[in-house]
C-alpha cells in the first residue's frame, strides 16, 4: 500500500522560504510521477508543480513558477517542494500526490493522480 507522508511546513514570513517534503512508503518512488498541490479554506485544490519520474521533467502552474521548485530524490523516496518569495496568498494546506502512467505528461490535474498524502499546513504572515 502507497503512503505519502508530508513534513516540513509552518509558519513563514512574507518573503521567506521554506521547503516541504513528501516521504513514499510502500513502493519505490522512481516508478511514480509525483505533484504538489495546495488548497486554501474555502477555495479549490490547485496543481503547483509536476516531476517527472526520473526528475528530468517538470512543469509549474503560472503562480509559483519562478518561486517554487519541485525536486526529487529516488534513493530517499522523497519529493521536495522549495518555495521562495512566500507571499501571504501562498497561505495553504500543502499535498503531495503520485500517479503511474505509460508517458510523462504535464499534468496537474487531481484526477491524473492516485495517491495522497495528509497535507501539511504551510502559513505566511506579513
Known amino acids: 500500500q502507497v503512503q505519502l507522508t508530508e513534513s516540513g511546513g509552518g509558519s513563514v514570513q512574507a518573503g521567506g522560504s521554506l521547503r516541504v517534503s513528501c516521504a513514499l512508503s510502500?513502493?519505490?518512488?522512481?516508478?511514480?510521477?509525483m505533484a504538489w498541490f495546495r488548497q486554501a479554506p474555502g477555495k479549490e485544490r490547485e496543481g503547483l508543480a509536476a516531476?517527472?519520474?526520473?526528475?528530468?521533467?517538470?512543469h509549474y502552474a503560472d503562480s509559483v513558477e519562478g518561486r517554487f521548485t519541485i525536486s526529487r530524490d529516488n534513493a530517499k523516496n522523497t519529493v521536495f517542494l522549495e518555495m521562495n518569495s512566500l507571499k501571504l496568498e501562498d497561505t495553504a494546506m500543502y499535498y503531495c500526490?503520485?500517479?503511474?502512467?505509460?508517458?510523462?505528461?504535464?499534468?496537474?490535474?487531481?484526477?491524473?493522480?492516485?495517491?495522497w498524502g495528509q497535507g501539511t499546513q504551510v502559513t505566511v504572515s506579513s
Open positions: 500526490a503520485a500517479g503511474v502512467w505509460p508517458r510523462w505528461r504535464q499534468t496537474l490535474s487531481s484526477y491524473d493522480y492516485t495517491y
Open positions: 510502500g513502493d519505490t518512488a522512481s516508478r511514480y510521477y
Open positions: 516531476i517527472s519520474t526520473g526528475g528530468g521533467g517538470t
